[in-house]
């Protein structure tokens, strides 16, 4: 039902929804009068309440499952009978996947009344909702069909990677129908998260390093050197600066007010597009959007204009959540982690 979606029709719906929302902060506490949605909302609230750093993760599960054959639970998945268990998760770009605990929850409190697909998607549209203090909501309808096929190498292939540089990022979006702005727009989904060493290290003083503010790299260095990797260890910071500790924020030399942002941590918000413009990013494949001009003109609106980017953030993980399921084989899964049938299909 997903693939025959209309997407103009759901895209002005939630770009109206979104307008209508922004302002009102209460995110907590909203239900959607459907069981399926409304077990998943219960559950993403209790786990964010818990711990916020689920909130990332369940956002990121979306990207990850959709972009690959499509929105199909093929991100879960531990074994099928075609990829053995060199499913997407063992996959180099998967790093740091998270979330898979959560999803199971929900889905022994739903059985066979949602697929894994629509799981992750109103996961993680929830995720953005709570995260962002309900200025980011969308409505997105269930009927996901859960995929068969789940392959490590295919995930490396098409899943963009934090090297890339800003033709590869925008082939990478545009085979799957994104164009820039919507690959700008979702870039700020690094406003939250973290990111292990080894997705950053080409930006710790290699000889070609883009271009990242000195005294954001010198507190990277000093908390997270490169020689951590030559001895095996692979440490997580926050994606964004916001959420570091005050230690880390005076010797980058990073002062929120100062910004223009707010200091309130692991919010969904437009201080990516602050932190971008002076090269307190974390990946290159962030600062490379300012080599294009079109992309740096949307990190500028963006930065300045956050209403306008919770809108289009909001329209852009509706499209997201809304890529066809790809292949032959479909089923609602009993297991998120594995197919119905595990020796053939
Ligand atoms: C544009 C191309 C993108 C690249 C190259 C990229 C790359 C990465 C990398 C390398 C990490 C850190 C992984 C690790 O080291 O643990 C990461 C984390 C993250 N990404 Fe992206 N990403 C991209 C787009 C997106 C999109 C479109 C979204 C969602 C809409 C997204 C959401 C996230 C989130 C939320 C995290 C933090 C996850 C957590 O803390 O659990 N990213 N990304
Ligand atoms: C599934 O939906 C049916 C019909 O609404 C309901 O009676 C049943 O309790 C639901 N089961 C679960 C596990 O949610
Ligand atoms: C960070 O460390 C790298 C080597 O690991 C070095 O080349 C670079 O100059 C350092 N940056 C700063 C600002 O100290
Ligand atoms: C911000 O963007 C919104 C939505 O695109 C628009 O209606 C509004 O006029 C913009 N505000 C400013 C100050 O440009």
Same mark, same amino acid.
């Given at each position: 039902?997903?693939?025959?979606?209309? =997407?103009? !029709?759901?895209?002005?719906?939630?770009?109206?929804?979104?307008?209508? &929302?922004? /302002?009102?902060?209460? !995110?907590? /506490?909203?239900?959607?009068?459907?069981?399926?949605?409304?077990?998943? @909302?219960?559950?993403?609230?209790?786990?964010?309440?818990?711990?916020?750093?689920?909130?990332?993760?369940?956002? @990121?599960?979306?990207?990850?499952?959709?972009?690959?054959?499509?929105?199909?639970?093929?991100?879960?998945?531990?074994?099928?009978? *075609?990829? +053995? #268990?060199? #499913?997407?998760?063992?996959?180099?770009?998967?790093?740091?996947?998270?979330?898979?605990?959560?999803?199971?929850?929900?889905?022994?409190? &739903?059985?066979?009344?949602?697929?894994?697909?629509?799981?992750?998607?109103?996961? +993680?549209?929830?995720?953005?909702?709570?995260?962002?203090? +309900?200025?980011?909501?969308?409505?997105?309808? +269930?009927?996901?069909?859960?995929?068969?096929?789940?392959?490590?190498?295919?995930?490396?292939?098409?899943?963009?990677?934090?090297?890339?540089?800003?033709?590869?990022?925008?082939?990478?979006?545009?085979?799957? %129908?994104?164009?820039?702005?919507?690959?700008?727009?979702?870039?700020?989904?690094?406003?939250? %998260?973290?990111?292990?060493?080894?997705?950053?290290?080409?930006?710790?003083?290699?000889?070609?390093? *883009?271009?990242?503010?000195?005294?954001?790299?010198? =507190?990277?260095?000093?908390?997270?050197?490169?020689?951590?990797?030559?001895?095996?260890?692979?440490?997580?910071?926050?994606?964004?600066?916001?959420?570091?500790?005050?230690?880390?924020?005076?010797?980058?030399?990073?002062?929120?007010?100062?910004?223009?942002?707010?200091?309130?941590?692991?919010?969904?918000?437009?201080?990516?597009?602050?932190?971008? &413009?002076?090269?307190?990013?974390?990946?290159?494949?962030?600062?490379?959007?300012?080599?294009? %001009?079109?992309? !740096?003109?949307?990190?500028?609106?963006?930065?300045?204009?956050?209403?306008?980017?919770?809108?289009?953030?909001?329209?852009?993980?509706?499209?997201?959540?809304?890529?066809? !399921?790809?292949?032959?084989?479909?089923?609602?899964?009993?297991?998120?982690?594995?197919?119905?049938?595990?020796?053939?299909?």
């Amino acid at each position: 039902m997903a693939n025959k979606l209309d =997407a103009a !029709a759901v895209l002005s719906l939630c770009v109206v929804l979104a307008f209508t &929302l922004a /302002g009102q902060s209460a !995110a907590a /506490g909203r239900y959607y009068g459907d069981k399926v949605q409304d077990t998943v @909302r219960k559950e993403v609230e209790k786990a964010i309440a818990y711990d916020r750093s689920i909130g990332p993760a369940l956002v @990121r599960l979306v990207f990850h499952d959709c972009w690959i054959n499509g929105c199909d639970g093929s991100v879960l998945l531990d074994k099928t009978p *075609t990829d +053995g #268990t060199n #499913t997407e998760k063992k996959a180099v770009i998967n790093i740091g996947l998270a979330g898979f605990q959560l999803i199971d929850t929900i889905k022994q409190q &739903l059985g066979p009344n949602a697929s894994c697909a629509d799981i992750v998607a109103f996961a +993680g549209r929830d995720a953005a909702d709570i995260l962002s203090g +309900g200025k980011i909501f969308y409505t997105i309808p +269930g009927g996901r069909k859960d995929g068969v096929v789940s392959s490590a190498k295919v995930a490396d292939a098409n899943l963009p990677e934090s090297t890339f540089d800003f033709d590869q990022l925008q082939n990478n979006f545009n085979a799957r %129908g994104f164009s820039v702005e919507e690959l700008v727009v979702l870039s700020g989904a690094h406003s939250i %998260g973290v990111a292990h060493l080894s997705s950053y290290q080409d930006r710790l003083g290699r000889a070609d390093s *883009t271009p990242i503010d000195p005294d954001y790299q010198a =507190a990277l260095n000093k908390t997270t050197p490169l020689s951590l990797l030559q001895k095996g260890q692979n440490p997580t910071v926050p994606n964004n600066v916001r959420d570091e500790t005050a230690a880390f924020q005076t010797d980058a030399a990073y002062d929120p007010v100062a910004m223009g942002v707010s200091p309130e941590k692991i919010v969904l918000d437009n201080s990516y597009y602050h932190n971008n &413009l002076v090269n307190k990013v974390l990946f290159e494949s962030d600062w490379v959007l300012r080599t294009d %001009g079109d992309a !740096a003109d949307k990190l500028e609106e963006y930065k300045e204009n956050a209403t306008e980017w919770h809108s289009d953030f909001a329209a852009a993980m509706v499209k997201l959540s809304s890529l066809p !399921a790809q292949g032959k084989n479909f089923e609602i899964r009993k297991n998120c982690r594995v197919t119905n049938k595990q020796y053939y299909y």
